[in-house]
């Protein structure tokens, strides 16, 4: 009986360790610019998902020649779709986040500042709102993101954070749990996908703060 695989994802709609070709194809299938490859055992493939996929590739022993790096073709964004991003001074601290055209740069939405919150959050709070914003317009474009961990917390539709309510920012905790309740009561068609910053640059949505 051949050995089950497992894939290491780098980029895909969540990147992480699967455990069958079904399970990977699901996270790479469509997804501009996903990476991905085949492991034979888990210490493997999880000092793999730790590392760079360029560097992992370039380092790996010489022997190994039927392991395989997928990457898909990297071609540029769908510029018919909107981006989000968020900003934070401080981690927690003060947060806001904004949507935009990603062909214009025309600004859609912005909200914040907001007190003792996370950018994570802030992350989160714009993916819903740009899904809220286009259901309203029945829109059906993608919303581009780069935050990893917010496309996750959407996908799941609930957040893991360890940020400390407060009277300071029980607002911030009102809005997550507005948005949370908006993605188990809405359906929408809209894709929600990994801005690709090695490829493309900075998300349009940037605050330009780094």
């Known amino acids: 009986m051949a050995k089950r695989k497992l894939y290491v994802v780098w980029n895909g709609l969540q990147p992480g360790i699967y455990h069958s070709w079904s399970e990977c194809e699901k996270q790479v299938k469509g997804y501009t610019g996903a990476v991905y490859m085949a492991f034979d055992n888990l210490p493997q493939a999880e000092i793999a998902l ?12 010489k ?20 981006c989000v991003d ?7 601290g003060i947060m806001e986040y904004r949507g935009v055209d990603t062909r214009t740069g025309k600004p859609l939405f912005r909200q914040g500042p907001f007190p003792n919150a996370t950018n994570n959050i802030g992350e989160f709070l714009a993916i819903v709102h740009g899904l809220g914003y286009l259901n309203k317009t029945n ?9 990893d961990t917010a496309i996750g917390w959407v996908k799941r539709k609930s957040i893991k954070s360890k940020l400390v309510k407060t009277p300071e920012n029980k607002f911030v905790f009102e809005l ?6 908006w993605l188990k009561e809405n359906d929408y068609p809209n894709k929600v996908m990994k801005w690709q910053t090695k490829l493309w640059g900075e998300i349009p949505a940037d605050f330009g703060r780094k």
């Open 86 to 92: 968020a900003a934070c001074s401080g981690n927690p």
């Open 50 to 61: 730790r590392s760079d996929y360029k560097d992992y590739f370039s380092s790996k022993p």
């Open 139 to 147: 829109s059906s474009i993608t919303v581009y993101s780069d935050s």
């Open 176 to 181: 997550v749990e507005r948005a949370v309740i």
């Open 63 to 82: 022997t190994n020649n039927k392991t395989k790096l997928y990457v898909t073709t990297a071609s540029k964004p769908d510029l018919f779709s909107i």
